[in-house]
């Protein structure tokens, strides 16, 4: 290695070259290479980060082609999305962003897309009447996020599991608000209580 | 003003073990890299803070490594700014260092970070209130200006910028000093920090700091280069040293007297002479004003120090300065606050009463020495790649210097 | 070229009814939610300043109440480590060094006018809601604990640990910091809904927490504040916190 760049080692005449003084050739020469390599340091990262984000355009597409499409399991609750399915595939995390923050910051509760409402109609029971996690393998979110390799943040933090008390017509009104179709429902059904 | 001649070179692989301590360092690195992916894997639990004591060791090597980064810079500003010729060849290699450390001590806070995932949200959310955000400015800010000055020290057709870009760098490194030591200042729930002073006695932390680590930077270089660090270069660094101390022992000292004095805070001052935090307190203040002692008697007697004592002097100083700023860091938090004051806390089950006790983990050693050992990797690397490292050539300037 | 995999023109077609019916759902259901007089759907403002009194002369020592309700509602558990383990709620017994009173009293965020926790918090995710509620945006928190730092109260957690189960209506999780919210989840769903602490210190018989908003003079923690007076921790901090003492 110390072989590989003679040009760069500094022989014994440029020893006398003055702090001061002007430069032997060689050593603005090798400073040229210095700055070069300089150069090349930066550069490295942005050429990996680009072909990286081709090599990404490249997967998706090749994505798209394949056959072996997820199996989303369908809604366990209601029978309309908040949203169009076009939508909510394409900008649900900017949905959910956006009314995230209304709510946190601001303290609107009242919007639809909130990630409750979601879990509440899209997450499953299993055979004993027990709720899955939404995020687990196959179910509603995970299927489609590792099919796209997209990692999910929502539920380090977010219950992946509906209230527990969550059965439309039993369930405490305020529950049941932050999603509109269970909230007709529930009208519904306490109508024909009633 | 004494003619130096020296030229800067890329050090070689073949000298002074080079290659091991490189080796050595990504060892150590990549132990730090494993230490925080189990500390943020795993959480917080398993490191030795908690609820009570927030900030712990990693928090103390960040700083130590921010404040050494702006502390590396005296050579650069001393030869570039006040003319000091002496210090010229080390123009190059201060400049370098101060980037490194700086890099690394980021690194450093961002791996203790609960989300470090969420850099990206640290730099593109920002709240101006927050004497934390502006440091986020600071640091990066002088990452940049180290590389411009850099450029300008490496490059002939640049070099009549030095003086002005060397002057921004002084400012910048007193006002990132500052800006950190205020980080700790205006936390007015905590007896121990709520003062203004910290900000100058950071700044004379990271004098003493930086001093200590550029020197021993500069005896591995002079290792890794075959050459010895000519005696006149140990003499003017043990000297700046020694001035670098006195202004951190005048700073600590009038900390903790106008904190004994104070009568809100003085019960709080006391424990830190007696308490938990006595050992670290004593030991970096003792040693620090040991050092200073000894400086003065060879200053006085022979003017000569040679390589070994000059080093063990660094490294005691930098042990000195590392205690005291533990001491400060943790010792601050291990005092309860006072929320009730005129009342005792017979019960809570939350440490109202009571000193809390922190003991540091592997895994924060782990991290903490990973950053010192990064940066000394990158600085191994800048050293291969750049003409940094000065070779000087001692008789003349010696000469000289006598002469003036 | 579509990336929906189920996109025929009859599905579509299907989708496209689906979709205008659920508009006239959407249409009924905010019209049902006028019924229901859900106040959430404006903004938090700042005409009300939410708070807590805290009467310490019936709160007992022993009684952990406000605590378990706390932690039932946000689904914290209270096994563990006390050092590392989340305590937004924590009780203390206090003895005056001259009299020898004896006091007890709950401690958790006391939401302050000018909390120090917003000030230092560098991505702005300590914040305060316009109406005095001092919370953790734990979206942008980067679990950084400077606002512990700066906390005079001690009042906020640090998750050390990863959790499961959380409550939907109180996300938490590991490396983010947290704090007593004042219920938010629950304040906003309905006027005149309490905190759980509030609720389960009434349910078992003290009754020594009162919420209510601090600027409306005929609120009863108005009332009360006014006729028993109430003290802020640490007043010499100047901060005007939201939560007040009488007795202490």
């Known amino acids: 290695m110390a072989c590989g760049r003679p040009k760069l080692r500094v022989g014994p005449s440029q020893r006398e070259g003055g702090f001061t003084d002007s430069v032997p050739a060689t050593v603005s020469r090798m400073e040229n290479q210095s700055m070069r390599i300089t150069a090349l340091i930066v550069c490295l990262p942005l050429c990996a980060f680009g072909a990286a984000t081709a090599q990404g355009l490249l997967l998706q597409r090749a994505g798209s082609q394949a056959e072996n499409r997820p199996v989303i399991p369908k809604a366990s609750k209601g029978d309309q999305c908040v949203a169009d399915t076009e939508i909510m595939r394409k900008d649900h995390m900017s949905l959910l962003n956006h009314q995230r923050d209304e709510t946190v910051i601001e303290g609107i509760r009242s919007e639809p897309y909130s990630l409750v409402s979601c879990v509440n109609c899209h997450a499953q029971t299993d055979t004993s009447g027990q709720a899955i996690r939404i995020d687990a393998e196959g179910q509603f979110c995970e299927s489609c996020h590792s099919y796209a390799a997209v990692k999910i943040d929502c539920f380090t933090c977010h219950a992946a599991k509906p209230a527990a008390m969550e059965v439309i017509g039993n369930a405490e009104p305020h529950l049941m608000r932050d999603n509109p179709h269970t909230l007709v429902s529930y009208l519904l059904n306490k109508e024909a209580n009633e | ?404 | 070229m579509s990336r929906v995999p189920v996109a025929d023109n009859e599905k579509s077609l299907q989708a496209r009814r689906r979709f205008l019916q659920g508009l006239g759902l959407a249409g009924m259901a905010s019209m049902s939610y006028s019924l229901l007089e859900v106040k959430a759907k404006t903004p938090a403002s700042s005409d009300k300043r939410w708070g807590l009194l805290i009467e310490t002369e019936k709160c007992s020592s022993g009684c952990d109440a406000c605590v378990r309700g706390c932690n039932e509602e946000h689904g914290i558990d209270d096994a563990g480590d006390d050092l590392t383990r989340a305590q937004w709620i924590r009780k203390i017994d206090l003895k005056d060094e001259l009299t020898g009173n004896e006091t007890s009293l709950p401690v958790m965020c006391q939401h302050c006018e000018s909390a120090p926790c917003v000030d230092v918090c560098p991505t702005g995710a300590s914040f305060k809601r316009a109406d005095g509620v001092v919370l953790v945006n734990k979206h942008t928190c980067i679990g950084c604990r400077y606002c512990m730092m700066a906390c005079p109260y001690k009042a906020r957690s640090f998750i050390h640990e990863t959790l499961t189960e959380q409550k939907p209506s109180a996300p938490r999780g590991k490396g983010t910091v947290e704090s007593c919210t004042l219920c938010v989840h629950r304040i906003d769903e309905e006027q005149d809904r309490q905190p759980a602490c509030a609720v389960k210190c009434t349910e078992e018989a003290h009754s020594a927490i009162t919420f209510g908003d601090l600027n409306d003079p005929d609120s009863s923690i108005s009332q009360k504040l006014n006729t028993l007076g109430g003290s802020q921790i640490r007043a010499d901090l100047q901060l005007n916190t939201g939560v007040r003492y009488q007795g202490l």
């Open chain 2, 1 to 404: 003003m004494a003619s130096i001649i020296a030229d800067h070179q890329i050090v070689k692989p073949i000298r002074g073990n080079y290659l091991v301590w490189m080796l050595a360092m990504a060892l150590l690195v990549v132990i730090g890299g494993y230490c925080a992916y189990t500390m943020e894997h795993e959480g917080h639990h398993i490191s030795g803070m908690n609820n009570r004591v927030v900030w712990g060791l990693p928090h103390v090597f960040a700083i130590s490594l921010i404040l050494a980064a702006s502390g590396a810079l005296n050579s650069a500003t001393l030869s570039s700014v006040f003319n000091q010729s002496m210090h010229k060849p080390w123009a190059r290699l201060s400049v370098v260092l101060a980037i490194c450390l700086l890099i690394s001590g980021l690194l450093v806070l961002v791996l203790d970070l609960g989300r470090p995932d969420r850099l990206f949200i640290a730099m593109t959310t920002y709240n101006f209130r927050s004497i934390f955000s502006w440091n986020i400015f600071l640091y990066t800010g002088f990452i940049a200006v180290c590389v411009v000055y850099l450029a300008t020290l490496l490059d002939r057709s640049l070099n009549r910028y030095i003086a002005s870009i060397g002057a921004l760098a002084l400012l910048w490194r007193i006002v990132l000093t500052t800006g950190t030591g205020s980080i700790f200042g205006f936390l007015v729930g905590r007896s121990a920090l709520d003062t203004a002073i910290l900000a100058p006695l950071f700044i004379a932390l990271s004098l003493v700091m930086g001093s200590a680590v550029f020197a021993l930077v500069v005896a591995l270089v002079s290792r890794w280069q075959g050459t010895p660090v000519p005696a006149n270069t140990i003499r003017q660094f043990s000297k700046l040293m020694l001035w670098c101390l006195l202004a951190l022992l005048y700073f600590s000292v009038v900390h903790h007297l106008t904190n004994l004095y104070v009568s809100e805070h003085s019960s709080d001052e006391r424990t830190m002479f007696t308490g938990p935090m006595a050992l670290p307190f004593w030991l970096g203040h003792i040693t620090l004003f040991g050092v200073c002692v000894w400086l003065v008697s060879r200053q006085r007697i022979i003017e000569a120090i040679n390589q070994k004592q000059w080093l063990l002097s660094c490294v005691a100083a930098l042990f000195g300065s590392a205690m005291i700023l533990y001491s400060t860091i943790i010792g601050s938090q291990l005092i309860p606050q006072n929320l009730f004051p005129g009342k005792e806390v017979t019960s809570s089950t939350f440490g109202d009463a009571g000193f809390a006790s922190y003991f540091p983990s592997v895994w924060e050693w782990g991290l903490g020495m990973g950053g010192v050992a990064l940066s000394m990797l990158l600085l191994g690397f800048f050293l291969r790649v750049l003409p940094v490292s000065a070779h000087v050539i001692e008789p003349v300037a010696d000469i000289s210097d006598q002469v003036t």
